[in-house]
């Protein structure tokens, strides 16, 4: 399984200044509300548009989305971004995806056979969508970082699959029963795991939801909503960090490439070419960005620019303005 907290390195020594800005969980509500992310538990039945929609009507938004669409049928992790947050949710799409499911054959075969074949579909495998996708119907790669057997009943088999994003479990379920001669099918599906969300982070519910922001506007009382809905900046816990001093940050909100003289420290697993989290000192996400060198490179800059910035996600004005004065 993924670890989500990764070493930090300092590049340079820097002061926060805590007159503009604020640490994510001491937002003002509105501000916290506006820039947050929740962790819903999806029921069988609506799609995920659907719940989408649910959320906006509750929390009175003009706008929401979710990280990672789930079928109809299928239960569990369904992380939802509220307002400014919904951009951040497109940063979801390349992390990691745990599912508990339940694979039904359609003959009988002996359990020994049934494992022998689990480890084959294990590492790199081959997939073609199924043929209602949102994709194109093409033969492709994917990783299974883990598939194990958790129990086997009759011609049941539940399982749980740690997997590359875009894995499609029912077409892993369908190969795995061709590979045994037999067949088979998906029956039940449960998404554990999105990214850096699980079932023991904030998992909440509809209902959940919709109390929390009745104490709110009822009773005046936000700690429920609080803890409900989650910081931005959980939406990017499996990116690496690159931690800017205050004095770079408006330059970023503008547009600006990263160099090295704006940076404070960094996580030791960046890697060239692959996408990290722009974070100031108080841990707000200001954008994401491009990473034009290794870590081992970059511990070696003393200039230039390090990192192509992508998305911004900071409003522009957050921080003062500190180049060209």
């Not at 706008?63 to 990672?68: A, F, I, V």
């Not at 800017?244 to 960046?270: H, P, Q, R």
Request: charged content about 25%; aromatic content about 8%; hydrophobic content about 40%.
């Amino acid at each position: 399984m993924m670890i989500f907290m990764k070493e930090i390195v300092m590049k340079s020594k820097s002061k926060t200044n805590y007159e503009y800005g604020n640490i994510p969980a001491k937002r003002p509500i509105t501000d916290y509300l506006n820039n947050g992310v929740i962790n819903l538990d999806k029921p069988s039945g609506p799609t995920s548009h659907e719940i989408d929609s649910y959320v906006k009507r509750i929390l009175s938004l003009e706008k929401t989305g979710h990280g990672g669409t789930l079928d109809p049928k299928v239960t569990g992790i369904l992380p939802i971004g509220l307002s400014s947050a919904t951009r951040v949710m497109q940063l979801l799409t390349l992390a990691s995806k745990e599912y508990v499911a339940v694979m039904t054959l359609h003959d009988d075969v002996e359990e020994e056979e049934i494992y022998n074949i689990f480890n084959e579909f294990q590492g790199k495998i081959y997939q073609i969508p199924p043929v209602k996708s949102a994709v194109k119907r093409e033969l492709r790669v994917r990783n299974i970082y883990n598939s194990e057997i958790m129990e086997i009943f009759k011609r049941n088999i539940l399982f749980k699959i740690d997997c590359e994003a875009g894995t499609y479990v029912r077409t892993y379920c369908h190969d795995i029963g061709e590979a045994l001669g037999v067949g088979a099918h998906m029956a039940e599906l449960r998404r554990v795991r999105a990214g850096p969300f699980d079932e023991n982070t904030n998992l909440i519910t509809l209902q959940d939801l919709t109390d929390a922001f009745y104490y709110w506007k009822e009773e005046n009382d936000e700690s429920y909503l609080r803890n409900v809905v989650m910081p931005m900046e959980k939406a990017v816990e499996h990116l690496p960090k690159v931690i800017i001093k205050d004095s770079a940050v408006e330059a970023i909100c503008n547009g600006a490439n990263l160099a090295s003289g704006g940076i404070t420290s960094i996580s030791t697993d960046i890697k060239k070419y692959k996408t990290v989290a722009i974070e100031t000192m108080k841990g707000e996400l200001v954008a994401s960005a491009q990473s034009l060198f290794s870590f081992e490179e970059i511990l070696l800059s003393d200039s230039g620019i390090l990192f192509d910035s992508e998305k911004v996600f900071m409003k522009p004005g957050t921080y003062p303005k500190m180049w060209g004065e």
